[in-house]
T-cell receptor, first 115, second 119 residues
Framework: AQTVTQSQPEMSVQEAETVTLSCTYDTSESDYYLFWYKQPPSRQMILVIRQEAYKQQNATENRFSVNFQKAAKSFSLKISDSQLGDAAMYFCAHISNFGNEKLTFGTGTRLTIIP | GAVVSQHPSWVICKSGTSVKIECRSLDFQATTMFWYRQFPKQSLMLMATSNEGSKATYEQGVEKDKFLINHASLTLSTLTVTSAHPEDSSFYIC???????????????FGPGTRLTVL
């Protein structure tokens, strides 16, 4: 079974600075996908970024980028130029590419932006 | 694109009554829909997986007779909490899978959630 671990329950960053959220996962498969979802106070889950395991290139979406280390089973999220609107719970998630469509979520990291 | 709606956003009901929550994919046809439950300050817990025209697959420990799921079309799934009790009070979230292109796996897009309070 897949597991996803987020070891940082809470993080804080000064506005305009850069912060990195950690995520590790465990899977026996070689083909899978990884996601970062954001849940602001409205509780709407928003897709931030996705990474295909077969791609070596790290995914980027504007100020959001990942550091995907497949051998180490690590998938960290870097947020550059942090903004007040980035304050939220961030969940790392894994999904297999072999027919099981279930997302496995981490426990989340609460990110606070300091003005 | 990939917008999922959920209705109602907030519902209060008396113990013993049933509550229906709707989940709709507004601008795409979903291959699969999912229902989650989220307790305060916790992650999402998958309750069931739903495919159009077939019975839902429930996770271990989820009572299928209490949480009835109907997936009437490729854009609509409903969750009915039957004979609700205070312990069923929670935040319920649905998601819909958008099939990826070129063999890419589906990505789940989430509805805004429904806060259920059972008195």
């Amino acid at each position: 079974a897949q597991t996803v671990t987020q070891s940082q329950p809470e993080m804080s960053v000064q506005e305009a600075e850069t912060v990195t959220l950690s995520c590790t996962y465990d899977t026996s498969e070689s083909d899978y996908y990884l996601f970062w979802y954001k849940q602001p106070p409205s509780r709407q889950m928003i897709l931030v970024i996705r990474q295909e395991a077969y791609k070596q290139q790290n995914a980027t979406e504007n100020r959001f980028s990942v550091n995907f280390q497949k051998a180490a089973k690590s998938f960290s999220l870097k947020i550059s130029d942090s903004q007040l609107g980035d304050a939220a719970m961030y969940f790392c998630a894994h999904i297999s590419n072999f027919g099981n469509e279930k997302l496995t979520f981490g426990t989340g990291t609460r990110l606070t932006i300091i003005p | 694109g990939a917008v999922v709606s959920q209705h109602p956003s907030w519902v209060i009901c008396k113990s013993g009554t049933s509550v229906k929550i709707e989940c709709r994919s507004l601008d795409f046809q979903a291959t699969t829909m999912f229902w989650y439950r989220q307790f305060p300050k916790q992650s999402l817990m998958l309750m069931a997986t739903s495919n159009e025209g077939s019975k839902a697959t429930y996770e271990q420990g989820v009572e299928k007779d209490k949480f009835l799921i109907n997936h009437a079309s490729l854009t609509l799934s409903t969750l009915t909490v039957t004979s609700a009790h205070p312990e069923d009070s929670s935040f319920y979230i649905c998601s819909a899978s958008l099939r990826g292109r070129g063999g890419m796996t589906d990505t789940q897009y989430f509805g805004p959630g429904t806060r259920l309070t059972v008195l």
